[in-house]
């Protein structure tokens, strides 16, 4: 290629979020100067987001004029936060996502609206139904062309990515009109092998571009079999007191994945076990696990096996939800009293916030409970205070309390729903046409220089000439 057609050849990329930091995910698909489309557009969280006041930080700046479509790969919020912004600057192509995500779209929306917009029903309903309209449900491994246009043609497939229900990642075919070719990959978030309830994601067979995610491209997850050990650690530990575990929990998908792992130990666990209730205390985790029950077709084997023999993975005899604030009241002062087993599910995960703090306000003082943490717990949030300071008893701040750390503490790692080194190198090792670029997003900076390291020796040892990328925001 001369650099003459280098300079005008197409497709080309942006990211508008999500290159060099683990959230807002946002990337551009540029097909010809008049033709994009983008891939996600989430929001921005945590570090990546307080050095600006929200509603600025996400307001759409970048120029939605030869926007397309989007193509939604789950329904995280760090990948569809954004799309109340995206429509209120004028976006109204389609939305392609899977077949389950368009079930689960319209929750996480609802709920991010009612964060970020308004609580008025009214205009909740309004906004929901135009994203209804704009949504196109996609079969997985079927091409769909999504432009055609003067001998230009883009196709787009979804395949299986294990990381949450309905979960994608994208293929994009650009023909171009003097026949040329490319095929680009978007990772979205890749799943772990071995996660419950989903099937492992196969690695793609070619690509010319692959964009794939970094998060954990510096580390190694426990398996699975080390996090069951250790979760049935830890509720025995409570079972053994007559405590709760309290797990602070929400993100979509860890757990219906801790439900799912429940219900086996339970089902293994004999008759101490079957008397212990679980206990969703979070109106929105209900649904969701709602919608997953009724996905069940998307689930992997060894789900379905369970279903056969005559199992309900997500809806078992001891599983209870809580609505009201009436009843979640009701509820911490019941298991703080009377002493019986249970095991509490509420928001949020890293205790800033939510049902969960209350629960942590009435019990961790008692040695009787145990904190099991299972997601990642950032500086100065209360739930790494918990983590760091609870082996020695130290303390932690609640609602402005000073509370002294006597509760059991464990950590399990993994239940995060993310491909680790290891299986982000093999998703590029297992395709049988490699790429000539790779451009690494979503992660912080470590884990990209990691991760291009550890590629371009594979590419050094196939002699594959591995151009890679680490794009910035734009
Ligand atoms: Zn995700």
Redesign the pocket.
Known sequence: MTKQSMTESYPRFLHHGGADGVTGSCHRYIASPEHAMLVDCGLFQGQDADHLDSLEQHRIRFDLDSVFALVVT?V?I??IGRLPYLMAAGFDGPIYCSEPSAKLLPLVIEDALKIGFTRDRRLIEQFLNKVDQQLVPLPYKTWKTVLDEKGRRVQIRLQRAG??LGSAYVEVDQREPDGQTHRTVFSG?LGAPYAPLLPAPKSPYKADTLIIESTYGNRLHESRKDRRLKLKAAVEHALENEGTVIIPAFSIGRTQELLYELEDLIHRGGERWQAMEIIVDSPLAAKFTQVYRELKPFWDAEAQTRIKAGRHPLSFDNLYTVDSHDEHLQTVSYLAKTGRPAIVLAASGMATGGRVVNYLKAMIEDPRHHVLFVGYQAVGTPGRAIQQHGPEHGWVELDGERKTIRAGVTTIGGYSAHADQKDLLNFLKRMKQWPNTIRLVHGDWEAREELKRKFEQLGAERQHRLEIVLPGNE
Do not use: A, S, V, Y
């Open positions: 789950h995280h760090d990948h990381h949450i978030d």
